[in-house]
C-alpha cells in the first residue's frame, strides 16, 4: 500500500537501533497511559458565575474599547478577579486586547477562522506532493479535530490561541529559499503571547545548524524587536503596580506527561475520547511528526514535544490552556505512523548490523 512519498529516519537502520527506538516507543505509551486517571487534570471553571480568564480578557477588551489605559485597566482587573500582578509577564502583551478593541469580538472570530482555513490550505500544499489523497484527506480531518477546540468562539479570547495558528502556519509556509512569510507569521505570535519564543528560538537555531545565514538575520531581528516590545512593556506595568501587590506563585508545578497529555487533549476534539486513547494517540503522532526525514516535520516536533515537556515541568493546573500552542497539529502526525512502523518493521526484520542514520 503507498503510505506517502517521504522518507523516513528509520530507513536502513540496524535491527538493534529500531527496537531499542520501538522498545522507548513502548514505554512512553506505557508512561502515558498507565491509570490516567490518578494523574492531575486540568483545573476548570466549577460554575458560570466563578470569574475566569475569559472574563478577565473580555473585561479589559472592553475597558479598552472605551477609551481606557490598558496598563490601568489590567492591574484593576487583575486585583478584582485576585490574580497576581508580579512580576510584570502577569500583564498579557497588550497586542492581543488593542486589536480586539479596535476590531470587535464577531469580527476577530472571524478572521480567526479565515486564519485557521489558511492554515489547513498551508498545510494541504506543504504536503500534497508527499502523501496519497486519502491521507491527505485524513491529515485535514486530524488537523480540524486539533484545530477544533480553539475555533469555538471564546477560545479566539486566550492569546494562545493566536499564537497556536501562527506558529503551525510559520511552519507549513518556512521555505529556505523564502523566508519572510514565515517570519512574519512568527514575530506575530511572539507579539501576542511571549510564550511563542522557544519556538521562534529553535526556528533560529536550526537556520544556524543548515548555516542559512540570511534566515539566521531575520529570526535575529524579530527577537530583537521583541525585547524592544517587552522592554517598554515592562516599563509601563511597573507604573501600575503596587508593592502590595500579590506576585505570581511561580511555574515550576512539574506535574508531569500525563498532565500534559490530558490538557492538550482538553483543548482539541480529543476530550470525546477516553484519556488513556487520547493520551496514546498523541504520543504516537509526535512519534509520527518525529519519524519523518524533512526540515518541517523537525520543526512540528520540537514545536510538539517543546511545549509538551513546557506543560509537564512548568504549568499548573490553572495555565492548562498553554496547551493550545501545541494544539492544530497535535493528531496530525497520525497519517506518518503507517510508514515509519513499516520501516521500523523492516528494520528489525534484517539482520545485519549498523548504527543509527
Request: net charge positive.
Amino acid at each position: 500500500m503507498n503510505w506517502g512519498a517521504f522518507e523516513t529516519r528509520f530507513q536502513g537502520w540496524s535491527r538493534g537501533s529500531a527496537l531499542a527506538i520501538l522498545a522507548a516507543l513502548l514505554g512512553m505509551l506505557a508512561v502515558a497511559c498507565w491509570s490516567p486517571s490518578s494523574g492531575p487534570a486540568p483545573k476548570l471553571r466549577t460554575s458560570e458565575a466563578q470569574h475566569s480568564d475569559l472574563h478577565l480578557y473580555r473585561d479589559i477588551i472592553t475597558g479598552v474599547r472605551r477609551g481606557g489605559d490598558y496598563y490601568q485597566i489590567t492591574a484593576d482587573e487583575l486585583r478584582k478577579g485576585n490574580y497576581p500582578l508580579k512580576p510584570f509577564f502577569t500583564f498579557r502583551l497588550p497586542t492581543h486586547a488593542t486589536v480586539y478593541a479596535a476590531l470587535g469580538e464577531r469580527v476577530m472570530v472571524v478572521i480567526f477562522w479565515l486564519l485557521s482555513a489558511t492554515l489547513m490550505f498551508a498545510w494541504w500544499i506543504r504536503l500534497r506532493t508527499c502523501l496519497p489523497r486519502p491521507l491527505l484527506a485524513a491529515t485535514l480531518i486530524l488537523m480540524a479535530g486539533g484545530l477544533g477546540g480553539l475555533l469555538q468562539p471564546q477560545t479566539g479570547l486566550f492569546h494562545e490561541s493566536w499564537a497556536a495558528v501562527l506558529l503551525a502556519l510559520m511552519i507549513a509556509l518556512h521555505r529556505p529559499e523564502r523566508i519572510w512569510p514565515a517570519v512574519i507569521c512568527g514575530g506575530a505570535a511572539l507579539m501576542i503571547r511571549e510564550l511563542a519564543l522557544p519556538m521562534i528560538l529553535a526556528m533560529a537555531g536550526l537556520a544556524l545548524l543548515e548555516k542559512r545565514w540570511k534566515e539566521v538575520g531575520a529570526w535575529a531581528a524579530a527577537v530583537a524587536l521583541f525585547a524592544i516590545y517587552v522592554t517598554v512593556h515592562a516599563y509601563w506595568v511597573s507604573q501600575v503596580v503596587l508593592p502590595t501587590d500579590p506576585p505570581s506563585p511561580g511555574w515550576s508545578a512539574t506535574l508531569g506527561l500525563q498532565f500534559a497529555l490530558k490538557a492538550i487533549s482538553k483543548v482539541t476534539l480529543g476530550f470525546r475520547l477516553p484519556t488513556a486513547l487520547a493520551s496514546a494517540l498523541l504520543v504516537l503522532s509526535l512519534f509520527g511528526w518525529a519519524s519523518v526525514r524533512a526540515g518541517w516535520a523537525l520543526r512540528v516536533a520540537i514545536l510538539l514535544a517543546g511545549y509538551g515537556a513546557m506543560l509537564a515541568l512548568l504549568a499548573r493546573t490553572d495555565t492548562f490552556y498553554w496547551a493550545l500552542i501545541a494544539a492544530p497539529l497535535s493528531f496530525a502526525g497520525l497519517v506518518f505512523l503507517p510508514k515509519a512502523v513499516t520501516d521500523l518493521t523492516k528494520s528489525i526484520q534484517t539482520k545485519r548490523e549498523g548504527a543509527f542514520t
